[in-house]
């Protein structure tokens, strides 16, 4: 991974802050103060280790993470560095490791990297997703309950999330793309009545009907909507656009109406066939004008919010926090994450010819050594800008990186 020095993080974040509305001094220094340690800290973050890297007692961290801060227009506004961007929004839920008792929304919740419930958190990440650059910037980062009202689901908590905030994401796309789970009627409903549209996973076991094109008779009673149900293992060529992907792969689209979400979708399936034995899986969109290639573009693009998560668990400290207030693990989880955005932008969206693959290490690595020499420098008093110094400082902050 190359670095440009066109442009840094920090440069990225005043610019960013200046935009928006309510940020006083104090906290315009804050958040720049606190971007800064969570790029550039090794190890665990936390309250403690921020006094010990940075400028402030642990106490006065622990305040400022108390304050509310708007990071989905942060987020929304840092996207508007890199223009043109070929956008859409991923939305997934991701456990978050906690012990204790006290904390507000702790619980047991699903672990995909461990396969069964555990003792914690879960945040609900809603993140852009570049399906041209195959790249995901975070949004903005909701905890979810441990438990719903009377009457309610955490499907409804899932769907308010995205509702509350229909304004600023429509600003960024129209489409949403969500994993098989969200493939239900009080999601999608909700949300293509708000203006969304929804991209996702249906069942393999999924009831679904062909759309009766022929002409109707005559007489009383109601019009013929649906010409059957269909069976994968016996496609009507008639409904369906055929395409052969590979030898053993190919795909077929068609709109047809689907009886758990209660509306014509935009079908598109994978037939393959193994060893003799036929298997599909079934994706859709509820946008009827989009192509299979789209659709499934989309849909596999979306497992690009699982790098974010993956990145800031081990590299920002998404697991560290020490905090039990919803405030404060809020600002945290939304710091991390964020500081990933901050990294991409001011690293690799700025590197026009020849991009590597991103490397979070190398960005820690960069910024871990970058702190220690600014210390160096002053404490034994160094003149970093004379031309002997320039090329040392150089190789002393590329030690340690996987591309040096």
């Not at 081990?314 to 693990?329: M, W, Y």
């Not at 710091?335 to 932008?345: C, G, P, V």
Request: glycine share 6%; charged share 25%; aromatic share 12%.
């Amino acid at each position: 991974m190359t670095f440009s020095e066109k442009s840094s993080w920090k440069d990225t974040v005043e610019s960013v802050l200046k935009k928006m509305q309510g940020i006083n001094q104090p906290q315009y220094k804050f958040i720049t103060e606190v971007f800064g340690l969570f790029l550039s800290i090794q190890g665990r973050l936390n309250f403690l280790q921020f006094s010990r890297y940075g400028k402030l007692c642990e106490q006065s961290y622990r305040n400022g993470f108390a304050k509310d801060f708007d990071f989905l227009s942060f987020n929304i506004n840092l996207l508007e560095e890199p223009k043109n961007k070929n956008l859409i929004i991923a939305l997934d839920p991701s456990y978050i490791s906690k012990s204790g008792k006290n904390t507000p929304g702790v619980g047991y919740f699903w672990s995909g990297v461990a396969g069964t419930s555990k003792w914690g958190l879960e945040i609900t990440g809603i993140a852009a997703v570049d399906i041209d650059a195959n790249s995901a910037y975070h949004l903005e980062a909701v905890q979810t309950p441990s438990s719903t009202p009377e009457g309610d689901t955490l499907v409804n908590h899932y769907t308010s999330i995205l509702i509350d905030r229909k304004v600023q994401l429509l600003s960024v796309s129209k489409y949403i793309v969500a994993d098989a789970y969200f493939s239900k009627y009080k999601f999608v409903a909700p949300l293509n009545e708000n203006g969304f549209e929804v991209i996702s996973r249906l069942r393999n076991d999924s009831d679904l009907r062909y759309l009766y094109t022929g002409n109707q008779k005559g007489g009383r009673g109601r019009p013929k909507k649906y010409d059957g149900k269909i069976r994968f293992d016996d496609l009507n060529n008639l409904y369906f656009s055929f395409l052969k992907i590979d030898e053993v792969n190919k795909s077929f689209q068609g709109v047809v109406y689907s009886k758990s979400l209660k509306k014509n979708i935009n079908l598109v399936g994978i037939l393959s066939t193994r060893k003799g034995k036929q298997s599909h899986k079934l994706y859709f969109s509820t946008d009827l004008s989009m192509s299979a290639n789209e659709v499934l573009r989309m849909y596999r693009s979306r497992f690009q919010i699982e790098f974010l998560f993956r990145d800031a668990k081990q590299f920002t400290g998404l697991d560290n926090c020490q905090a039990r207030a919803k405030e404060k693990l809020h600002f945290h989880w939304n710091t991390s994450l964020s500081s990933i955005n901050l990294a991409k932008i001011a690293h690799w969206e700025s590197e026009e010819d020849d991009k590597l693959p991103f490397s979070m290490s190398d960005v820690k690595v960069f910024y871990h050594n970058r702190l220690l020499l600014d210390r160096f420098i002053v404490k034994f008093g160094i003149r970093p800008n004379k031309p002997k110094n320039k090329k040392i400082i150089r190789e002393l902050l590329d030690y340690g990186k996987i591309a040096a």
